[in-house]
């Protein structure tokens, strides 16, 4: 069934095919970026961001893991329609759903941060209710944006919809709308603020964190890149200043992963504006760190 929504792509993550039967872990890209409020080239990311994968090396010094020895499986593109939401995101549940009922772990390539609301409905029809664990620079908790509910800038208040606020925890704050933020207190929207990052120890916000998602069994992580500060990830759709380091975010998600991670994704990174390549190789090595955790907490 899956295949009906597949398109199989030249390169490969890692420039290695993994065996299904010995990796959880299944690779989607999802080339989609119609509703970028900004800047639009993230349909290009799966593309830019498995070639550079594979120019990394796959040893994980956090984890203690070789992720060369146990690549994970790169199933191809989900078929996307530019211009439709809405048609995409179906294609996407559809692949989820199929992957995740054959006990499949999607690590998924954006596209727009829209697409994980499709990644979230596939585990829902599949019969997991995750809580939700979104590192990110906004938000994203309009009703809606110059009229259109499924732009990248409403993702987390469709997928609240979905699974309720409370099971939702957006790390890096620091670009909200007046508006926003009153519907996140007023709907229990859990967040952590980049300001308030940046005046706490890793180990507090990362008790924070755990203390959050405790009640969870079922985690879905989403990394939009823009949660980094542009001079770590100046290549994303929509930047903003004030940091948030490639250290940090290593360091709050190797805390963060366990084995009740059922799936990820890597959202927003735009090509086009990506100065050598820095974004594209800065989220396969997130995509690669992801993996090691679970694979290190699963042992």
Not at 209 to 234: F, G, H, N, W
């Amino acid at each position: 069934m899956k295949e009906l929504y597949l398109i199989q792509t030249p390169y490969i993550f890692m420039g290695i095919q993994g065996d299904p039967t010995q990796t959880p872990f299944s690779i989607l890209g999802v080339p989609f970026a119609s509703t970028n409020s900004f800047r639009g080239g993230s349909r290009f990311a799966p593309l830019a961001v498995r070639i550079a994968s594979q120019s990394l090396e796959a040893y994980s010094f956090r984890a203690g893991v070789d992720l060369e020895s146990n690549p994970p499986y790169d199933e191809g593109d989900v078929a996307v329609t530019h211009g439709s939401a809405e048609t995409t995101l179906r294609n996407l549940a559809a692949v989820t759903e199929e992957l995740v009922k054959a006990r499949r772990v999607p690590a998924v390539i954006g596209g727009d941060h829209t697409i994980t609301y499709g990644v979230i409905e596939g585990l829902v029809r599949a019969g997991i209710k995750p809580c939700l664990l979104i590192f990110d620079a906004h938000l994203d908790f309009r009703h809606e944006y110059l009229g259109y509910k499924w732009s990248h800038a409403c993702v987390t208040r469709r997928i609240s919809e979905l699974i309720g606020a409370q099971n939702i925890l957006v790390v890096g704050v620091r670009a909200v709308s007046s508006r926003e933020l009153r519907d996140a207190k007023s709907l229990e929207l859990n967040y952590i603020p980049m300001i308030t990052i940046l005046r706490s120890t890793l180990r507090s916000v990362s008790s924070r964190i755990s203390k959050s998602l405790e009640r969870c069994p079922y985690i879905y992580v989403s990394v939009d890149m823009d949660a980094l500060d542009p001079a770590y990830a100046p290549g994303v759709a929509t930047p903003e200043p004030e940091e948030m380091t490639p250290t940090q975010l290593l360091n709050l998600l190797h805390a963060s992963t366990d084995e009740r991670v059922v799936g990820f994704d890597v959202v927003e990174v735009d090509p086009q504006t990506d100065n050598s390549h820095i974004t594209s190789f800065l989220a396969a090595r997130i995509m690669m760190e992801i993996m090691s955790y679970l694979i290190a907490s699963r042992r």
